[in-house]
């Protein structure tokens, strides 16, 4: 059974920094891409990062261009969000999810090519 667990959520104030972790278990790890998404209230769930199953590909989203990375570690079973210069419009819930591919898909942004999701971490930034 897939099990995919975020953790390190929380309050900061903007300009801070944060890193969320993604715990996957139930699969191997090492073959699939994995994707950073996140959804605010009454917005539409939006990609934020993604990365292949090496770790030396990703690909992001404009909105976190130089502020977030990505990376992940295969021996851990986890995938990191790295962010920095936290604006409030940054302010969502976040989750993870795992790859139906070993690359990000064509449509990542979209949530598409993405099999199984963790349950999410909440960031909300003060300003």
């Known amino acids: 059974q897939v099990q995919v667990v975020e953790s390190g959520g929380g309050l900061v104030q903007a300009g801070g920094s944060l890193r969320l972790s993604c715990a996957a278990s139930?699969?191997?790890?090492?073959?699939?891409?994995m994707g950073w998404f996140r959804q605010a209230p009454g917005k539409e769930r939006e990609g934020v990062l993604c990365i292949n199953w090496s770790g030396d590909t990703t690909d992001y989203a404009d909105s976190v261009k130089g502020r977030f990375t990505i990376s992940r570690d295969n021996a851990k079973n986890v995938v990191y969000l790295q962010m920095n210069s936290l604006k409030s419009e940054d302010t969502a819930m976040y989750s993870c999810?795992?790859?139906?591919?070993?690359?990000?898909?064509?449509?990542?942004?979209?949530?598409?090519?993405?099999?199984?999701w963790g349950q999410g971490t909440q960031v909300t930034v003060s300003s």
């Open positions: 139930g699969l191997a790890f090492d073959r699939y891409g």
């Open positions: 999810a795992v790859g139906k591919y070993s690359g990000c898909s064509r449509s990542w942004r979209l949530g598409m090519g993405y099999e199984y």
